[in-house]
């Protein structure tokens, strides 16, 4: 058997910040034509290497070898012009600009010292063509949906003839289709001999498209193995050094119920009735852009409903912003922490705190000991790994930055708990510890509104769930018809079972 040809390989990469290995000797090679796999924890050490092969960060030891050459990147610019291309996971996009901007900026084809728009306007075509997308490509991009531009986005990376592309968590907000079509367009590329390297949480999906899966551990390279006949349980071994126990949930009895909407309308969605009972854990499965989000928003009082009616506890329940959602008991954690959520440049005392200030503020002083004593007690019971609460929360790994944004709004003792994709982008053992809370929560009779894009986590954690398509409830699953074939035929539009109204 001929050993494939490397366009990659990296010996001996270390990386300290501060006293604090980020890589300790990391070793790996890449081939020609291959999707390269590479997983572990938040923390291990994924992102990290990326930035290294990109040009983003210098390595303090290591060799890199780039097609038969050794390289050291000064710059991302440099890497691109190499051949290596990276989509990172926090998308780097222009909203006010064009798709046209976006995908060529600093790259604009010009005729007569003029920029030849109908030139890039059929080379964008082609990009998205590739990817899916049939978009005009003079869209603004603040005007698409977020699987829209994460597509763009590889159109983008497609455009610039990469012979290595770095994917970070490309299918986070796809949905079952767009992520297929993915799958074809990655399959193309190895076809040209292009390589991927290839970052993500779900595990299911990494066995589909990889050829070798690479692991990291707390900066440290632990095994290569063949996609083919990998199984997530043996690849959880190796990012945590342990089986994961994953929550399945017994069959509850609901309590009496907590909240009641009958015909709720807004933006995205229409003629919504379900009602939630105490201690449930209640799903919100579909395919993106099926109005699940729309409808929470709704309840919390971050989007206005146009028509129908919620009663909470038995009583009206009106609701004109998320301060009169907070104040009757209702707590959200939205799908997209970084924009929606966190304060990324303050600590993590102030963003665990900030809901509280005026409960914990006299005579117009912040009393300091109650913030501490909040932020200790959450920070205790949630496994928040951190050095000090006064590091701004952007120093945090993913998973323990949602533990933070949990643990603002569990001290708001909220009696329903919205949680909108709470694992989108955590690595497993944070979703475990994440699934164990909810289990916690709802036996200790919160109610508990779950809504993901992940099957097995719907399935896993819920009593019942509500499948949505464009924008209308398809079916309510009861705790014995929640399959996964029930709930991709109704997200799909066709009914699989009879609605539990």
Sequence with gaps: MVEAKRILKIEGISKCYGGLHA????????????????????????????????????????????????TNFHSPQDALQAGISIIHQELSMLPELNIIENVYMGRM????????WK?????????????GLTLDPHTIVKSLSMSQKQLVEIAKALSVNAKLIVMDEPTSSLCDVETERLFDVIQDLKRQNISIIYISHKLNEVITISDRISVLKDGRFVETIPGKGATPEKMVQLMVGRDLVRQHTDRRIPGPV???????????????SFDLHEGEVLGFAGLVGAGRSEVARAIFGADPSTSGTMELGGAAYKVKSPSDAIRSGIAMVAEDRKAQSLFLDLSIRANMSIVHLPKLTVRGRIQENKIQELVKNYQNRLK?????????????????????????????????????????????????????????????????ILISSELPEIIAMCDRVIVMNEGTIKSILKWDEVTEENIMSCAAGINAVSCDK
């Design 109 to 116: 084809k010009t005729r007569a010292g003029r920029i030849d």
């Design 119 to 131: 030139l890039l306007e059929k080379l964008t075509r082609q990009q998205l063509e590739k990817v």
């Design 258 to 272: 907590r909240l009641r909407v009958t015909g709720l309308s807004g933006q995205r969605f229409r003629n919504v």
């Design 384 to 448: 928040i790994k951190m050095i000090s609460d006064s590091h701004p929360v952007k120093s945090l790994s993913g998973g323990n930055q949602q533990k933070t944004i949990l643990g603002r709004w569990l001290a708001t003792d909220p009696r329903i708990l919205i949680l909108d994709e709470p694992t989108h982008g955590i690595d497993v053992g944070a979703k475990s510890e994440i699934y164990r809370l909810i289990q916690d929560l709802a036996k200790e009779g919160m109610s508990i």
């Design 23 to 70: 890589l300790d000797s990391v070793s790996l090679d890449i081939c020609y034509g291959e999707t390269h796999a590479l997983i572990g924890e938040n923390g291990a050490g994924k992102s990290t290497l990326m930035k290294i092969i990109g040009g983003i960060v210098k390595k303090d030891t290591g060799r890199i070898e780039f097609e038969g050459s050794e």
